[in-house]
């Protein structure tokens, strides 16, 4: 959808992506900036990462991965936050990232890639996912 600030489609879409798409998906793989668009939140917590989590569980995705977020002390290191939904249990977990000092078009699709092809090898498994990051 976009990065910091930018979204790559028009805006227009938003409500779109809010209202129709979002209920569609099973797995949605926001960065902290799209999870805070399509919720209408404003995360500057880990408490407010798991409550916009909640919202987008809420509107039908069972897992909900927020790539990665500005939440992290260390300037080294990227966090992101991964939560699954599964027969009413919900699990979440802390990913960290060795961040390098670059900027990447694509990674957020390539990630989204890359987990979801494992997801469908471990459907149960954040624990192993999480190494994914
Ligand atoms: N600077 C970076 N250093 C290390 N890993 C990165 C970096 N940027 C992205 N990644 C990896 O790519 C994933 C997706 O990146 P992210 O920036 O959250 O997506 P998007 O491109 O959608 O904003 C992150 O979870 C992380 O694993
Ligand atoms: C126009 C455009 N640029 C860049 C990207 C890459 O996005 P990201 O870096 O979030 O994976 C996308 C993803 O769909 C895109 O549509």
Known sequence: MGDDGV???PKEVLPAY?????????IILPNQWEAELLTDTTITTESDVLTTINL???????????TSSNLST??????????CVKDGKKTCVKM????LDAMFIGAGDLFAALWIAWQDKHPDDLEVLKLLA
Do not use: Q
């Open 7 to 9: 979204m790559y489609a």
């Open 18 to 26: 809010k209202e129709k798409i979002v209920p569609l998906a099973d």
């Open 56 to 66: 987008l569980h809420e509107r039908g995705p069972h897992t909900v991965v927020l």
């Open 74 to 83: 260390d300037p080294n290191v990227l966090t992101g936050y991964a939560s």
């Open 96 to 99: 960290a990232v060795d961040k």
